[in-house]
């Protein structure tokens, strides 16, 4: 008869916490790189300017007649497509 191994991981200790886990697992300096804060510096995490802040943003009554360019400048191709 045959004899088969097989390795099992053993699961985290619940005691420990999960620092102390990814610490164990990855070492010191993966593991501060998974439990830091992410770091947002894009300006895209910032709400979109508005006319009052200086921005090119339409006024909520106003609204784009069809086939006119929009502020972004999107070409009239991708317009059509809708």
Same mark, same amino acid.
């Given at each position: 008869m045959p004899c088969t191994e097989y390795k099992v991981d053993s699961r985290p200790s619940p005691r420990k916490s999960d620092s102390q886990i990814l610490n164990d697992l990855f070492g010191t300096q993966i593991s501060s790189l998974l439990l830091a804060q992410p770091e947002v510096n894009e300006g895209s995490a910032e709400d979109p300017p508005t006319a009052s802040r200086g921005g090119r943003g339409l006024s909520k009554g106003v609204e784009l007649a069809h086939g006119e360019v929009p502020? &972004?400048?999107?070409?009239?191709?991708?317009?059509?497509? &809708?």
């Open positions: 502020p &972004r400048g999107f070409p009239r191709f991708f317009l059509e497509l &809708r």
